[in-house]
């Protein structure tokens, strides 16, 4: 049986990530993916006859340009444009937030002089925290408890390049212990003005925005580079594109591969088991699968830890948020939204949230059972600049929703599911009237339906909550957030390792190093 250098289990962004990089280090390596095609979570997908949308992911402002660089993937077909404004609108108005700082400043004022002139201090404040973050991204987290050489070594290099980062590191702080609405109200005193900032907070999060540590899912939402972009054909296209580059260097790519075992020999990983019995052998096995499937259901738990199978069983992956992909026979015309006080043509992205209040009350339900009355809402018009994705004169708009637990109480999703479309196609008709008559046909994911599709524990969209207990050296688990595990050369790639979620090619980037580290070292 010929052997591989590497087997990757899992086609998504970050396993394609990090198989390209592999093979364009010279090892052979090849990616199993369970579903007929790449992408995982960064998938462009027909919902409805000539209606294409991204399923699961939908910004690529995440994606970071040092993976975009160094694969090539504007020459392997990434194409992609930016959405510099966000719409966020109230019954009779709406403020426009943009990139450009001057111009949502005047934005604000309409509503607050005293926020408009608070705003560039805030972004200083948030910059700081931002920048820190993107540092700290493209770190291996440390073990800052491992006392041979190589630990203290890693240790002490990591707090050399922090050494001048002290107000970063208290803003950073602030950020993990504050609830999103306090850390934003020291700045800002407009409901409209806070509850933009604070939608940030509940996107892929279990707790509303009034709770503490909030006020870092709100930071690092904006950790992206690239800021509001979208690419070209769906999130698909950012998959096709790493998987192309891989490709160019000789990674191959088998689908419909489902791997029921990480086969294990002598405390070291040796191969895969294939549904259906087929044995693939490698020097290196990376699973940029969940890593609660990866342990506790690829993995025989005779060749793990007793403490470090007690860990994986507790780390958190409850999702809460909903995807509603629509299509519709015009464009969503809100009530509210005026060119000419917004200086926008028209607002193709939305968030609708008037209140802090309206995102703190669409948690409450979730927390005994249920799901929002009220959800808020990101609606998403990627057809408006992208007219491939739907029929001449029709559009596709995509809504990433909250709230939704995965479990309902003495209910179930097939009973409720039209049930939240209809709340959510509500809130539509309160802010753009006639919403819901323009819907043709549309698709509902709930948490439960993401787990199902993509192998995602809780569908939850990080992977796993960004709380205090499951980020850097704690990712997914103490003592193995440096993308490796306790059995030799098996490794993890994927987003339930630092820094988390979002399309950044991050963790496959940082596993891929990793990696390629450990074969210069040791066979």
């Known amino acids: 049986m010929t052997q591989l250098d590497a087997i990757v289990i899992g086609g998504g962004h970050n396993g394609l990530t990090c198989g390209a990089y592999l093979a ?18 960064s998938v462009t997908e027909e919902f409805s006859p000539g209606f294409r949308a991204s399923t699961y992911s939908f910004i690529m402002g995440h994606l970071h340009p040092k993976v975009i660089e160094e694969l090539e993937l ?11 404004n966000v719409f966020n609108p109230t019954e009779d108005d709406g403020i426009v937030f943009a990139k450009d700082p001057a111009k949502t400043r005047e934005q604000i004022a309409r509503f607050s002089p005293s926020d408009a002139e608070n705003y560039p201090k805030f972004f ?8 820190i973050l993107r540092m700290l991204q493209m770190e291996t987290p440390v073990n800052p408890f491992r006392k041979d050489p190589v630990g203290l070594w890693k240790t002490g290099r990591l707090a050399w390049k922090l050494r001048n980062a002290e107000k970063e590191v208290y803003n950073l702080l602030h950020s993990l212990s504050m609830s999103a ?7 800002f005193e407009h409901d409209l003005v806070k509850a933009k ?30 800021g509001m972009s979208f690419a070209k054909g769906g999130m698909g296209g950012v998959a096709d594109a790493i998987a192309r580059a891989g490709q160019a260097h000789g990674m191959q790519i088998r689908c419909d591969a489902w791997v029921d075992e990480i086969l294990v020999e002598n405390g070291r990983a040796t191969g895969v088991r294939l549904r259906g019995g087929e044995e693939l052998r490698a020097a290196r096995v990376i699973s940029n699968v969940n890593a609660k499937r990866t342990f506790l259901d690829m993995v025989p738990s005779r060749h793990l830890p007793e403490d470090f199978v007690d860990d994986i069983r507790g780390y958190r992956a409850r999702g809460k948020s909903f ?26 992205y939305a968030h609708i949230c008037p209140t802090p209040e309206f995102l703190e009350r669409a948690f409450d339900e979730a927390k005994y059972g249920w799901y929002s009355s009220e959800p808020f809402l990101s609606p998403n018009v990627p057809s408006h600049t992208d007219p491939t ?41 309160r802010f753009a009237p006639g919403f819901s008559d323009s819907v043709i046909d549309y698709r509902l994911y709930t948490p439960r339906d993401i787990e199902a599709d993509i192998n995602m524990p809780g569908g939850n969209s990080q992977h796993g909550e960004l709380t205090l207990d499951q980020i850097f050296f704690m990712r997914p688990v103490p003592r193995y957030a440096d993308y490796r595990s306790p059995v030799r050369n098996l490794y993890q790639c994927g987003a339930s390792t630092h820094p988390g979620g979002a399309v950044s090619a991050v963790p496959g980037h940082n596993a891929a190093r990793e990696i390629l580290a450990d074969w210069r070292w040791r066979a």
């Open 74 to 84: 504007k020459k392997h077909g990434l194409e992609y444009y930016p959405q510099p």
């Open 124 to 131: 200083q404040r948030l910059q700081s925290t931002i920048d």
């Open 323 to 348: 995807k509603l992909l629509c299509a519709v026979d015009r464009l969503p015309q809100y009530k509210g939204f005026s060119s000419e006080k917004t200086g926008v043509d028209y607002p193709a």
């Open 181 to 187: 609405h306090d850390y934003v109200a020291q700045w």
């Open 197 to 226: 900032f604070m939608f940030w907070a509940t996107i892929g999060g279990n707790v509303g925005p009034y709770s503490p540590g909030t006020a870092f899912y709100l930071v690092t939402h904006l950790v992206g580079q690239l």
């Open 24 to 41: 364009r280090a010279g090892k052979s390596v090849l990616v199993l993916e369970q579903k007929p095609y790449v992408g995982g979570a």
């Open 389 to 429: 994705l739907a029929p001449e004169g029709k559009h596709v708009v995509v809504m990433q929703g909250g709230v939704t637990p995965y479990e309902l109480k003495n209910s179930d999703w097939d009973r409720e599911g039209p049930n939240l479309v209809r709340n959510a196609f509500a809130v539509m008709d």
